[in-house]
């Protein structure tokens, strides 16, 4: 009856990402430096968007034997490109709150599960960071944010000389040349001292995951349902080269740069929100991380490679960190929080807990099924305080069919955590995304403590005593 074909199985990822209890997407905002047209709009989805990767025509289906697979079916492009259309604005020329509101809106609605997972919609209306911005909606079960980050990249080109590839900055670049001068007698204290670490951070996770919650506090309601409560996207940019003489002037890494600052701007807003509580409450971060060993973004050809080192999908797993408690010597001197966020990444890079937890997840998946992995996945965001991502932009500035991007940003939903900070570097910008609970958290405040965050650990930098020689 029907000629539509059956291709490659659902993997376990995809499942667990797409049931009753775990819905989650991947939004990307592309922001164009000039008035969007949108003309080309079907040429660039037929031409150069579905061709990615088969799941972009696929649904979900279950097979004869029970199993669910990708089915191949007809893309009606129209129905996945949303242009909306705002009412006029008689007070500004830009349409930052209407933006706010529609994005608002769709990072709460579900797609359709009898058409293919994602959708594109184009707003043609100025705010006061771009001319016009692209928002991609995909779902996570066609892959992680590495997976989907890296299929939008392949649909630009380099500003300045398309027939150039795009390039990226190193994740870690010295950190394999440091350990090759360290004597093999040097090395055997680190390595037992990572197992240690190892199987500590592994069962303190285990138990973060399914008994231990954080407490309330104003970084977590705690309620339940949260996934399915409004949220509000906020954003800050940051110098990235600022950032870097930071990481410089401390002798620390841009991560331990960033942590130690937004580490510190969470405790400031409880600070702010409830002075006396604030101090002693015990405050989970989980961070996402992929489980690629790998440092840059592989061509779409190089993912989708049987034996690829960079394979298209899910790829990630998460690690608990207690944030810093606020003390009055850190008030006084807020680099204490980049030095405990140095001591916090070190001993996570040192160990392999993230590759336990992903086997930890493999082994439920094959002895309860993928409903309760995604309940697993549910209950370990739910217990934390708040969720951390981050993923790596070009160094170049990018078009897309002769649009310049001027900013890119992500974000994602599905999960009942009252914050999920998304971070991503692109050009010479540092972009922080706040999608924040609305209601709980008071968002402007928020934004507020974050970049005070920033600028107090910069200030303090830049007022240390040099050293000599």
């Known amino acids: 009856m029907e000629n539509l074909e059956f291709s490659e199985p659902v993997s376990p990822s995809g499942r667990y990402f797409n049931t009753p209890l775990l819905c989650a997407y991947v939004f990307g905002f592309l922001e164009s430096e000039i008035p969007i047209d949108d003309s080309q709009t079907m040429y660039l989805l037929k031409d150069v968007f579905l061709p990615i990767n088969p799941r972009f025509s696929s649904i979900m289906v279950r097979d004869e034997d ?9 893309v009606k492009a129209e129905e996945h490109i949303k242009v909306p259309i705002f009412p006029k604005n008689e007070t500004s020329q830009f349409y ?20 293919p997972l994602w959708e594109v919609h184009v707003i043609k209306y100025p705010t006061t960071s771009a001319k016009g911005t692209l928002i991609f909606k995909l779902h996570h079960a066609l892959g992680d944010g590495y997976t989907l980050v890296g299929a939008l990249l392949s649909c630009l080109q380099r500003a300045d000389d398309p027939s150039l590839p795009l390039t990226f900055p190193s994740r870690r670049p010295n950190e394999s040349a440091v350990r090759a001068k360290k004597g093999f007698f040097r090395r055997i204290p680190l390595a037992v001292f990572s197992v240690f670490n190892s199987i ?19 970084i977590r309601s705690g309620e339940e349902g949260v996934e399915n409560q409004p949220c509000v996207l906020t954003n800050i940019s940051f110098s990235l080269d600022h950032i870097k003489k930071i990481k410089s002037m401390l002798g620390v890494t841009l991560n331990d740069v960033i942590t130690g600052a937004i580490f510190y701007g969470l405790r400031l807003y409880m600070e702010e929100m409830n002075s006396e509580k604030g101090r002693r409450t015990k405050s989970t971060g989980l961070v996402l991380l992929s489980t690629r060993n790998i440092g840059s973004y592989q061509s779409i050809q190089e993912m989708m490679k049987p034996n690829s080192r960079s394979p298209w999908g899910n790829h990630i797993a998460f690690l608990h960190v207690s944030i810093p408690k606020l003390t009055q010597s850190s008030l006084s001197n807020p680099l204490e929080f980049v030095w405990k966020a140095q001591k916090i990444i070190k001993r996570k890079r040192n160990s392999f807990t993230v590759f336990l937890i992903e086997w930890l997840l493999d082994l439920e998946l094959k002895l309860r099924g993928h409903e309760a992995v995604a309940k697993h996945i549910y209950g370990t965001l739910k217990n934390a305080s708040v969720v951390i991502s981050n993923l790596i932009g070009p160094v170049e500035p990018m078009a897309l069919a002769n649009h310049p991007c001027k900013g890119l940003y992500f974000t994602m939903t599905g999960g009942p955590e009252s914050i999920n900070i998304a971070i991503m570097s692109y050009t010479r910008t540092l972009r922080v995304t706040l999608k924040t609970q609305k209601g709980f958290i008071d968002e402007k405040l928020f934004k507020s403590c974050m970049v005070n965050a920033f600028e107090a650990i910069s200030k303090a930098a830049m007022e240390m005593p040099r050293s000599k020689g």
């Open 66 to 74: 029970g199993e669910m697979r990708w089915k191949k079916v007809e």
């Open 96 to 115: 930052d709150e209407y933006f706010d509101e529609y994005v608002s809106r769709i990072l709460m609605e579900k797609t359709p599960q009898d058409k």
């Open 200 to 218: 500590s951070d592994f069962g303190w996770s285990v138990v973060k995951s399914s008994m231990v919650e954080d407490d309330k506090s104003p």
